[in-house]
């Protein structure tokens, strides 16, 4: 078992160190899953509107030393995922200067889907983020059915969320504390 650990730490190692070497396209981002490093495209207008209008209703109500970080890589070094997620909160004092942000460090993830990242944003995110574990998940589904919709999971224990509410697209959505806040998504563009 020791030596299996060690090679998936060595492993783990090689995929940090190319992740972090790659000059990825003026946009994209690399994410690593399943041992393989993954270019994501850039996303389109709406979806940076979206992350746009999250974003500054966090940053109006977070104390000083909390940031919202737009390209911030968050790794689950166990699962061997490095996702960088839309928006991203979590302490700006001790920050790592090389190393992604160890993702159980984060409050909060915010993935906003596009059409090539929804299944993913839904299903692999949602458990990586579970097991991490990430307090709170903000999925912003533009692609849902039968229409967009805005879901926060919270209590994760045992690679699980615990609590999850969904709304659609133009009903607030309760941030608890360390946010406090009614996230408003009447202003979310639909696709």
């Not at 209703?57 to 919202?68: E, N, Q, Y």
């Not at 490095?82 to 993935?111: C, R």
């Not at 903000?138 to 045992?158: A, K, M």
């Amino acid at each position: 078992m020791a030596v299996m650990a060690v090679e998936s730490d060595q492993q783990w190692s090689y995929l940090l160190d190319t992740w972090r070497e790659l000059d990825a396209p003026e946009g994209w981002r690399t994410e690593i899953e399943g041992g393989r490093i993954q270019l994501v495209p850039p996303p389109n207008m709406d979806h940076n509107v979206i992350a746009v209008l999250i974003s500054r209703a966090l940053t109006r109500h977070l104390p000083d030393d909390l940031g919202v970080f737009q390209t911030a890589g968050v790794q689950i070094a166990r699962l061997e995922k490095l996702y960088i997620p839309d928006l991203l909160v979590a302490s700006m004092v001790d920050l790592p200067k090389e190393e992604p942000l160890d993702a159980a460090e984060a409050l909060l993830a915010v993935e906003i889907t596009s059409r090539s990242t929804a299944r993913q944003d839904r299903t692999k995110k949602l458990w990586g983020y579970a097991h991490a574990p990430v307090p709170l998940y903000l999925l912003v589904d533009r692609f849902d059915q039968p229409g967009p919709t805005v879901t926060l999971y919270s209590e994760p224990s045992d690679g699980a969320y615990g609590q999850s509410v969904r709304v659609p697209f133009g009903k607030p959505v309760e941030l608890p504390e360390p946010f406090g806040i009614t996230l408003d998504t009447t202003g979310f563009p639909l696709p």
